[in-house]
């Protein structure tokens, strides 16, 4: 009974392919995430969905395509890998838009995205 | 520009004494601390928060101090159990954004 899951837990490729992170939550959440933690140990958000509703988009290359195909899934998806992707892919949920005392983040177990 | 800074990467006590992670945040708009803990190959697990109008919160053995004027926030556990030893993060957001913004991280020891 996973809350927040996310396949695969591993993934190694070379540069240049395409890949996709896939995450899901069972919670009954509106609110979705991707943070990357790079090899600073740095949790960054990169995008939140709401509702399947795009509300926020950080700064991140274009190569990176967040898609909500209902408000229980989030996938990310990586064109033309770098070596710099390689990190730790973190997959979140919350009720709501994820601010204040009564909307916690949960965290899935990660995905470590190692480009060759 | 780091906005949440945690400037110990780890930290070692012994089993039963206190715990004090410390956490220092740049941008006076944030309104919202929270901190995480991480055990190894997991997601980080929501531990404690505390609002910007509060300087404490405490849940048990934990408790969350926040001093605005210092833009500083600590988390103590006590006492400190082998099972707390994990990475704690610190993370602030402001408004309802939903975006939190993360230390890098304090990694904890507790010793039997």
């Known amino acids: 009974d996973t809350a927040v899951s996310q396949t695969p837990k591993y993934l190694v490729t070379q540069m240049g392919n395409d890949k996709s992170i896939k995450c899901e939550q069972n919670?009954?959440?509106?609110?979705m995430y991707w943070y990357k933690q790079d090899s600073k140990k740095f949790l960054k958000i990169m995008f939140s969905?709401?509702?399947?509703?795009?509300?926020i988009n950080e700064t991140v290359p274009n190569r990176f395509s967040p898609k909500s195909p209902d408000k229980a899934h989030l996938n990310l998806h990586i064109n033309s890998l770098e070596l710099g992707d390689s990190a730790v892919y973190f997959c979140?949920?919350?009720?709501?838009?994820?601010?204040?005392?009564?909307?916690?983040?949960?965290f899935g177990p990660g995905t470590r995205l190692t480009v060759l | 520009d780091q906005q949440v800074k945690q400037n110990s990467p780890s930290l070692s006590v012994q089993e039963g004494r206190i715990s004090i992670l410390n956490c220092d945040y740049t941008n006076s708009m944030f309104d919202y601390f929270l901190w995480y803990k991480k055990y190894p190959a997991e997601g980080p697990t929501f531990l404690i928060s505390?609002?910007?109008?509060?300087d404490k919160n405490e849940d048990g053995r934990f408790t969350v101090f926040l001093n605005k004027s210092a833009k500083h926030l600590s988390l103590h556990i006590v006492p400190s159990q082998p099972g707390d030893s994990a990475v704690y993060f610190c993370a602030a957001s402001k408004g309802n954004t939903g975006k939190l913004i993360f230390g890098q991280g304090t990694t904890l020891q507790v010793k039997p």
């Open positions: 919670l009954g959440h509106d609110t």
């Open positions: 969905y709401n509702n399947k509703e795009l509300i």
């Open positions: 979140a949920s919350s009720q709501n838009r994820g601010g204040g005392l009564a909307d916690t983040q949960y």
């Open positions: 505390i609002s910007s109008i509060k």
